[in-house]
Nanobody, 124 residues
Framework: QVQLTESGGGVVQAGGSLRLSCATS????????MGWFRQAPGKEREFVAG????????DYADSVKGRFTISGDNAKNTVYLEMNSLTPDDTALYYC?????????????????WGQGTQVTVSS
């Protein structure tokens, strides 16, 4: 059973930075991919960034391109999301997700396992 544990959320002022971490246990074998999603109150869960660390393949939502960076440490089974130039629109519960396959999906259905989420709040 794969388990994901997010950390690193918090409260930050607009223009600030945060780094989220997602530690994985029971990682599935084969073609492995991980992603970050977020969900603001009253809104649907949306894709933020995804990665296949074995081949260096990444993808980002247009709203975070140039501000967020996803990376992975295979030795630690951990994926990171570096978030810079944060705005109040980035306020949400951020979820880590994982699954396996060739591509980096941008939809919720593309991932099998989910963490509990870590809250990011950006004040103006």
């Amino acid at each position: 059973q794969v388990q994901l544990t997010e950390s690193g959320g918090g409260v930050v002022q607009a223009g600030g930075s945060l780094r989220l971490s997602c530690a994985t246990s029971g990682r599935p074998s084969g073609r492995y991919r991980m992603g970050w999603f977020r969900q603001a109150p009253g809104k649907e869960r949306e894709f933020v960034a995804g990665i296949r660390t074995s081949v260096g393949l990444t993808d980002y939502a247009d709203s975070v391109k140039g501000r967020f960076t996803i990376s992975g440490d295979n030795a630690k089974n951990t994926v990171y999301l570096e978030m810079n130039s944060l705005t109040p629109d980035d306020t949400a519960l951020y979820y880590c997700a994982s699954g396996y396959g060739l591509a980096v999906p941008t939809t919720v259905s593309g991932y099998m396992y989910w963490g509990q989420g870590t809250q990011v709040t950006v004040s103006s």
